[in-house]
């Protein structure tokens, strides 16, 4: 993979008088990349091909070479051909182009027609358009392709968004004392979006990556979307003296993807600061104390974060991943539409929408309070800053289960209230503080945990794991069967026995996040180094699943497991898992949620049944249990080491300000699981997958000011 990639940033102003000012702001950036591959698991990705499946006895080196003598451009030569690919037939033959522009910039105009009163004109676009092709060549045969006959595909979007807005800003100390700072002011916000994605159905001639060469009819979705919002708001700060600050907004929007009579809404917001350390006497060693207060709503409905390839319509290819872009548009979810894919002979069908539309549906709401300190001592040489905030997350929108005999899946509804709460804490410090030298030290640490407080009507459990109280991020797949004190039990075979409900085995989100950042300056250096992590969170280590299983995992070829594969080659069964067995062959019972109800009633004994090492781990390693790893580790995220020229040696050039600086980025991992980057997995990702290594990154920055 090459990706390469293009930035440009241009901003101007000009004062037409001491009252008009203009301001203008462009950046442009453009990435370009032949091949961006797919490491989605699948016979399209190089990670599955080579770690996952490959026989670790193949020289790669030697299949340079990857067409198959006189059928060049037609069929490719590897050591096996139901599933596998060549390496460099992937990379040098499938070609995925990726080629995005994108464009943003403003526009601005001040104007000041008396001293306390600012008036604002401000026109803001965002754009990008971009373009993605695959090229599939003979002999490739993916999940759903097994013809091997080639493809060609393209995917084109456009996104265009303006926000134009007015405000107006009237700045007054309107008593002794008491400032104040006032705004009023609108905003519209006009977007459009378009997409077509267009693939073949085979090809007719190899090497040929065109539409006219399609052998048979293309296949073919298009999207459009428009959304606008039009918003009036305000704000006012007073300042009371130096006891405190009172901020307060309001804000309406009028939001096109809402029913038109549920289209507007208000969501306000207020804060209040005091800095204590301004008006009480406090100890010699308190330098700084402030409090602080906020309360913060926010409203609306029925758009999406991101969108794929094939919006409305269903994602046509069998393998990869559907690659999704920036949206924040509308998403048609509450519409009554139907969609026309192709049903029989490539003819195309009507389907009505499953979900069942909502006219009485409201925006959803989220309302977040806050409470902090921030205190410092010894003339700022040690500072802490303390928060405590809860959020209150809904009603939200929400697809209500229908039963099939409806003729619907779902219809939307206005419910499922969730409360988030946590503390995030911040220390800073300064052990070294002289003239020439100074060490500045900052530790960040937060946590929250995210718990259900309200479904729909007097509904009290959504379902079978999920009640009023319930934390958000549980996590709950497939384990195995244990006696009370925790020792697997095995069936008759030697496997282990695996229960029939999926269990609540933990949480995905991590227990804290923390970061610790220093920066060590000395005459003209600056030395800056980030480390950073979090701690605890469960999930699925898909990698070690499917090397395991793959026997491509490293312990697969160690110690017992080495020499019970030694015995599978020789068709001896040999491996004795871990555990138990029922000796008295009474069967287990479980209760709705699968716990064993009958243990007082069996009797166990070690196990001793001797089996396949290739298929006892095939079963184990398919269970979630099996592969559930914690999600802590830590990095060092980056280093800086950056030099300033002297003013002096500028003060006859063109430059203000110029200095150089070397940069890593990633340079050192901590986990114990290294198969995977963990950092990747943030929140509540619950499985791992395929994934590129991590690369370090190095640079050298130069920063010139005029």
Known sequence: MKMNIANFNVSAGYNFSDKIRFESYLNYNRQSSPNFPDVQYGPNSMIYNVIIWAGADWNIDDMRNYWQPGKEGIQSIYAEYQRYHNPYFMVYEWLRGHYKTDINGYAKLTYRPIRDLELLVRSQVTTYDLFRNEKMPFSAHPYGREEGRGDYREDRRSLFENNTDFLATYTKDVFNGIALRASVGGNARSFRYNSNFTTTDYLNVPGWYNFNNTRNPLKSSSYNADMLV?????????????????????????????????????????????????????????????????????????????????????????????????????????????????????????????????????????????????????????????????????????????????????????????????????????????????????????????????????????????????????????AFVRTPDGQIINDAGGRPIRNPKAQIQGFTNPDWVWSIINTISYKQFKLGFQFDGRVGGKMVNYIQQQTFRGGRHIETVQGKMGEARFQDYKGVKSWVGDGVVISNAVPIQYDDMGNVTNYKDMQFAPNTTATFLQDYISFYYNTNEANLIDKTFAKLREVTLTYSLPVSMLQKTFMRNASISLVGRNLLYFAKYKDVDIDQYAGSQNFSNLQTPTTKRYGVNINITF
Do not use: C, H, M
């Not at 300042?239 to 969501?267: C, E, H, M």
């Not at 969108?307 to 690659?323: D, F, M, N, R, V």
């Open 230 to 478: 039009l918003s009036g708001y305000g704000y006012v700060d007073l300042g009371i003296k130096q006891y405190a600050t009172l901020s307060f907004t309001g804000r309406f929007d009028k939001l096109s993807t809402l029913p038109s009579d549920k289209n507007v809404y208000f969501y306000p917001s207020a804060a209040v600061s005091t800095v204590l350390s301004d008006y009480l006497d406090l100890p010699a060693s308190i330098s700084f104390l402030k409090l602080r207060g906020s309360y913060a709503n926010v409203k609306g409905g029925l758009t999406l974060d991101k969108i794929g390839a094939t919006p409305q319509a269903s994602y046509p290819l069998g393998y990869g991943a559907e690659y999704y872009t920036t949206y924040d548009g509308p998403s048609y979810e509450n519409s009554a539409a139907y969609t026309t894919p192709p049903v029989y002979n490539n003819q195309p069908g009507a389907y009505f929408s499953n979900l069942l539309n909502n006219p009485e549906i409201k925006p959803f709401s989220s309302t977040a309070y806050e409470a902090g300190a921030d205190v410092r001592f010894f003339g700022n040489r040690l500072g802490v800053d303390v928060t405590y905030f809860t959020t209150n997350d809904g009603p939200r929108i929400f697809t209500l289960p229908l039963p099939e005999s409806t003729g619907y899946t779902g219809a939307l509804q206005n419910s499922i209230t969730t409360k988030r709460k946590g503390w995030e804490l911040s220390v800073s410090g300064s052990p070294v503080a002289k003239r020439n030298l100074t060490w500045n030290v900052l530790a960040n640490w937060s946590t929250f945990k995210e718990t259900y407080t309200k479904f729909y009507g007097d509904v009290q459990q959504l379902d079978l794991y999920t009640n009023i109280g319930t934390r958000v991020d549980q996590f709950i797949g497939s």
